[in-house]
């Protein structure tokens, strides 16, 4: 079921230029049939599924999606986060904690508005909401853009993935494309970088780092590494921008090699 | 469990200016359960129930509640929906289908506007919730000084009791002025850099892609580095985070010095 439009992300992220919805490691099939009945009441039918928990197509999803079963038949599945959102132009993780990165908070409504506006420009744009016990992880987290943070009482925060998804939902359905935030201005030859793309580019430079020792100690390699992607996914990045940044990579390191 | 505070309800009413919530003749212990964890997680712990179907306290609505608990204790029972309203300076009636009436029609949000003026102004508010199967009757309806329709989408509306008080106390809670759009998230034990230190890490890179040969072209220097400037700009850096850049210049180039 995965990746039969993944060879052509463009036709598959274009297709209604509506909102994508990403589960990680949906434990229960239950949830997965609740997020499908919220997704359909707000007029979302993009769901894609990273490794869920047990079988899928599942009778127990079907049961609680209370006749969102088209949601659930067009679901995707695929192995990781990062194949999820490969294709994305912006990609907002759902956390309510806080982590130790650097990145833009965003309520649903901001958030909502912020996609719109990137949605009319023609660019793809996904949520990803984390497993049911454990949230998403901070590598998830790393390859998002944005995180989206409900503000709701702080004292009892207890929503689970179908309620997470309905709030996103309804304020993606509830806003309206017209009003926008912030707005990225860019030049009419380039586009926002894909998922895709992005990660090429931290594949080279950590690969390159590697090479040079930055990144030699074992233990905090990690940390690392999310810490650099968060850094450049903050920036979205254009196409031509990932290209000059691999550019100065190569150029850095093939004056090094020239030398041997 | 009903009534006790009814010989005085505007004690009651006014206890804490919140938004009540009540729900007229729920069928399912469970629907109550998640009515309450979803008020909860919108800060709210007014609830009122008109005759619901089953024995109250129940323990699958406690199961259901997922620790709103205290919801549940204080919830209070009441014969008929003019009795739970009877405090109350203004009710909306949530309905998903027009009626045959003549009534202000609001959405969530400008009901939640509304009625924070309102409670602002000392008054007691209220929405009322039907029956799952059935909604509420024109009856109920007739109690109410407005209604309330969640504009989702027209072609698959199926919102449970949960879902629809979410939406509500969700609008109620974030109509709060305490809610920022958008706030930028950073560990502690950092700081935002500051204009020098990225003055001090543009010289540098910009030094070293001299020396490498990037930025060779005079003609194209000056867009180049405006470009790359502008790219490092928009990632709202951190001093560590400048720091760490600086840190991959180095590691690049020493490596190539070491060959020398």
Chains 1, 2 share one sequence.
Not at 52 to 65: C, F, G, L
């Amino acid at each position: 079921m995965s990746g039969t439009d993944r060879s052509r992300p463009d036709a598959a992220a274009g297709e209604d230029g509506s909102l994508v919805v990403v589960l990680v490691e949906p434990q229960l099939p239950e949830n997965i049939g609740m997020v499908a009945r919220a997704m359909l009441n707000c007029g979302l039918d993009r769901l894609r599924l990273v490794r869920p928990r047990e079988t899928w197509p599942n009778d127990k999803a079907v049961a609680a999606a209370s006749g969102a079963d088209r949601v659930l038949d067009k679901a995707r599945l695929y192995p990781s986060t990062a194949a999820a959102v490969t294709d994305l132009h912006f990609v907002c993780a759902t956390t309510a904690r806080p982590r130790y990165m650097t990145k833009q908070v965003l309520t649903p409504r901001s958030a909502a508005s912020e996609m719109r506006a990137r949605a009319a420009a023609g660019q793809s744009v996904g949520v990803v909401f984390g497993r049911e016990a454990s949230g998403l992880d901070n590598d998830d987290i790393a390859l998002a853009q944005a995180i989206v943070t409900v503000p709701l009482n702080p004292g009892f925060s207890s929503l689970n993935l179908g309620m997470a998804v309905l709030l996103l939902g309804y304020e993606w359905f509830t806003s309206s494309a017209a009003v926008a935030p912030t707005e990225l201005m860019m030049p009419e030859e380039t586009r926002p970088a894909t998922q895709a793309e992005l990660h090429g580019f931290y594949e080279h430079i950590e690969g390159e780092l590697d090479q040079c020792g930055f990144l030699r100690n074992i233990a905090k390699r990690p940390s690392m590494v999310r810490n650099l992607r968060n850094l450049f996914g903050r920036a979205s990045l254009t196409q031509q921008e990932v290209r000059t940044l691999r550019g100065i990579v190569t150029c850095l390191v093939e004056a090094r090699h020239a030398k041997r």
